[in-house]
């Protein structure tokens, strides 16, 4: 296991000078990493309002939310990733910044790009996140509860992943939202150069 973990972040030290989302070889200004990131947010809100609706409503209502874009690469048993995104705290609301990185081991090749949404119930779990960052090094992924395990039948727009019953998280794929969510290997955490 030490051994997989190894070359995990050996891979993530050689890859993540080709993440634009590091600010290394990206000319971008502070205001226009800030603009890209708040376009990201609202073409991914809308993938989710329309896939899921209710979610509109529950964002709206929620104490904030946090919205990610991540791309991976998987390299033989090496996988990383690298993501940028945008907390929002509804009371205030403010924008705060941050990054996302992912580390595993396990068989593959290519490029896979895709996006998570947390929506937090509770003013503690949203804190949290924002002032400390969450890493799910080790952890296990979030439980996917479904229409389908409630007898509702089955669909991919069905899916939420929820971390305690503080925060529920979407993750959307290229094929639409996910059955299952993975946060396995992943660290979330400001980003002081856009703060």
Same mark, same amino acid.
Do not use: C
């Given at each position: 296991?030490?051994?997989?973990?190894?070359?995990?972040?050996?891979?993530?030290?050689?890859?993540?000078?080709?993440?634009?989302?590091?600010?290394?070889?990206?000319?971008?200004?502070?205001?226009?990493?800030?603009?890209?990131?708040?376009?990201?947010?609202?073409?991914?809100?809308?993938?989710?309002?329309?896939?899921?609706?209710?979610?509109?409503?529950?964002?709206?209502?929620?104490? *904030?939310? %946090?919205?990610?874009?991540? $791309?991976?690469?998987?390299?033989?048993? +090496?996988?990383?990733?690298?993501? &940028? @995104?945008? =907390?929002?705290?509804?009371?205030?609301?403010?924008?705060?910044?941050?990054?996302?990185?992912?580390?595993?081991?396990?068989?593959?090749?290519?490029?896979?790009?895709?996006?998570?949404?947390?929506?937090?119930?509770?003013?503690?779990?949203?804190?949290?996140?924002?002032?400390?960052?969450?890493?799910?090094?080790?952890?296990?992924?979030?439980?996917?509860?479904?229409?389908?395990?409630?007898?509702?039948?089955? *669909?991919? %727009?069905?899916?939420?992943? $929820?971390?305690?019953?503080?925060?529920? +998280?979407?993750?959307?794929?290229? &094929? @639409?939202? =996910?059955?299952?969510?993975?946060?396995?290997?992943?660290?979330?955490?400001?980003?002081?150069?856009?703060?």
């Amino acid at each position: 296991m030490k051994a997989r973990y190894t070359l995990a972040m050996l891979a993530a030290v050689i890859l993540l000078p080709f993440d634009s989302s590091a600010g290394l070889f990206d000319k971008k200004d502070a205001d226009e990493k800030r603009a890209e990131i708040q376009e990201m947010r609202g073409e991914i809100l809308a993938r989710l309002y329309s896939e899921k609706p209710e979610t509109e409503e529950m964002i709206a209502n929620s104490v *904030g939310y %946090a919205v990610f874009h991540n $791309t991976g690469i998987n390299v033989l048993v +090496v996988s990383t990733g690298n993501g &940028k @995104g945008v =907390a929002h705290d509804n009371a205030s609301d403010k924008d705060i910044y941050m990054r996302m990185f992912s580390a595993g081991a396990g068989l593959g090749a290519g490029v896979k790009k895709f996006s998570a949404v947390f929506v937090f119930h509770d003013r503690d779990a949203f804190d949290q996140f924002v002032d400390k960052g969450w890493n799910f090094t080790g952890q296990a992924d979030a439980a996917a509860t479904t229409d389908a395990e409630e007898g509702k039948g089955a *669909g991919a %727009a069905d899916a939420a992943g $929820t971390i305690n019953e503080s925060v529920s +998280v979407y993750q959307l794929t290229d &094929k @639409g939202l =996910a059955l299952q969510v993975t946060l396995q290997g992943t660290k979330y955490w400001k980003n002081d150069d856009l703060n």
